[in-house]
């Protein structure tokens, strides 16, 4: 900086038609400014200068550098809640590719569901997002990529949603989202409410007639809060336990005993029959014509597969009882 001063010095000194001309004063002035402006910039910190990342910390506690405008994110979980957020990652695995075959068609992939190292670093991700089940090595592989935040997996639909909404910097789209699936819930309660008494109790099977599994109504949002439906209290004690347990088995005869209105089966068509033609039959939801075949739509808990469900709940408990 000063010796740019000193030749702007040795021209004005030097140009004699400077001078002659009467333009001695405006040199001068002009070096005055120039002086003014090289201080004042030398004066400037670093916490001047506009970065584009910013300070986050992940479920873990970790404190991470993150784009405060990520522009290709590589979803390792939670694509459901970007799709629902209008965001469109750069790469996800097949798992989601499968699941949101239309709306991630120009989507890459990174390998089934463990990543390909060598596709994530092709890919180049600003930010790669996983849910805290993640193994730790494989979370220090990915780290050393691009900032992987990772995101808090048992908890309610709507507090993924906002814990992906902050991490990208989506709050308002989040805010709208919810507004929007208040309307529809309303309106899907208000059609059911002919078919369906206040209060009425139900439970989610997978499995097949060798063995049923029960799951936590956090894991099928489309059951317990968008259909409104209540846990039987025979889980209760499960979910005092453990209130995101899933894959915890029951045997036929202690279905019989539960006092439960309806059951969804989520399960293939060969077991659905099976347990149509088993001890099922015994059970007050089957007496009733309470039984319901669920399709792999329902198999997620996340926000996109939730709006999903808004546009078949009454269908499947118009059309889709056993007799």
Request: glycine share 6%; with cysteine.
């Amino acid at each position: 900086m000063i010796r740019l001063i000193l030749m702007i010095m040795n021209i004005i000194i030097n140009w004699e038609w400077f001078f002659v001309s009467g333009l001695k004063k405006y040199g001068c002035i002009l070096f005055l400014i120039l002086l003014s402006l090289s201080l004042s910039g030398c004066g400037k910190s670093s916490d001047d200068v506009k970065t584009d990342t910013r300070a986050y910390t992940d479920s873990l506690g970790k404190e991470l550098e993150i784009p405060k405008e990520p522009k290709k994110i590589l979803a390792l979980e939670n694509v459901g809640e970007l799709s629902a957020l209008e965001v469109t990652p750069a790469g996800t695995n097949d798992y989601f590719l499968n699941i949101f075959k239309e709306a991630l068609k120009d989507v890459a992939s990174v390998g089934e569901f463990e990543p390909n190292l060598e596709a994530v670093i092709k890919l180049q991700p600003d930010l790669i997002i996983v849910a805290d089940y993640i193994e730790p090595e494989q979370l220090e592989k990915l780290s050393k990529i691009a900032p992987t935040a990772v995101l808090k997996w048992n908890t309610s639909f709507a507090e993924r949603l906002h814990n992906v909404a902050e991490l990208i910097g989506k709050e308002q789209a989040e805010t709208a989202w919810i507004a929007g699936y208040e309307v529809k819930k309303k309106a899907v309660q208000e059609n059911l409410s002919p078919l369906v008494a206040k209060g009425e109790t139900a439970l989610l099977l997978k499995g097949n007639a060798k063995g049923l599994f029960m799951f936590s109504p956090i894991w099928f949002p489309g059951i317990y809060d968008l259909m409104g439906f209540a846990a039987p209290d025979a889980i209760k004690p499960l979910l005092e336990k453990d209130p995101y347990f899933a894959g915890e088995a029951i045997s036929m005869e202690a279905l019989a005993e539960y006092k439960v209105d309806r059951i969804f089966l989520r399960v293939d068509a060969a077991s659905y029959q099976e347990l149509i033609d088993s001890p099922l039959r015994n059970t007050p939801a089957f007496k009733n014509g309470h039984i319901y075949l669920l399709d792999e739509t329902w198999d997620n808990a996340d926000v996109k597969s939730l709006e999903i469900q808004t546009e078949k709940a009454v269908e499947v408990l118009k059309t889709n009882s056993a007799k």
